[in-house]
């Protein structure tokens, strides 16, 4: 697979990591000097059918639901976009690992950090809470702990938002 030098203004610095859908890239944001994130989804699942308008929506929810909501906890949205190959969503980008990353590794928190991660992701979920944003799926992929220690909330892919 050929990766993109460039999405939008972002210039493209290296891949975290890839699925089915798409591709997350590790981009730069040339005008404010940062590292970003930039989830991709692939052209070909936004055609028509049900299932790319489905993969469409949730990609579009994602966004919206995350890029309205400005927390310590949840990776921050910057930008919806699109080019000719694929949409995408430039983020925060988040220096660390999953949760999921630690669990494949065996790696064991004690309580404190355990009660830590916990209270972090309680707050974060409650702040989304109360401005009508539901995940619906926390897992360890979703949970990002940055090397400040410091957990962050991401993927926002099927989360519900009240009106």
């Not at 699925?19 to 890239?25: L, R």
């Not at 009508?132 to 940055?146: E, M, T, Y």
């Amino acid at each position: 697979m050929t990766h993109p030098e460039q999405l939008g203004a972002y210039p493209i610095t290296g891949v975290i990591g890839q699925g089915s859908m798409g591709v997350v890239y590790r981009g730069y944001d040339p005008h404010i000097q940062r590292p970003v994130a930039i989830k991709t989804i692939k052209r070909d699942l936004l055609d028509a059918s049900d299932q790319g308008a489905s993969a469409a929506a949730r990609f579009r929810v994602e966004a919206q639901a995350a890029g309205r909501l400005n927390h310590p906890g949840i990776v921050s949205i910057y930008q919806l976009g699109e080019d000719d190959d694929c949409a995408f969503i430039v983020m925060e980008y988040v220096e660390g690992h999953s949760l999921r990353d630690y669990v494949s590794r065996s790696v064991r928190f004690d309580e404190r950090n355990v009660l830590t991660l916990m209270a972090q992701l309680l707050d974060a979920l409650d702040f989304a809470h109360e401005r009508g944003v539901f995940h619906r799926d926390i897992k360890p992929a979703n949970l990002i702990i940055g090397r400040d220690g410091r957990l962050k909330v991401t993927d926002f892919g099927i989360a519900r938002i009240e009106a």
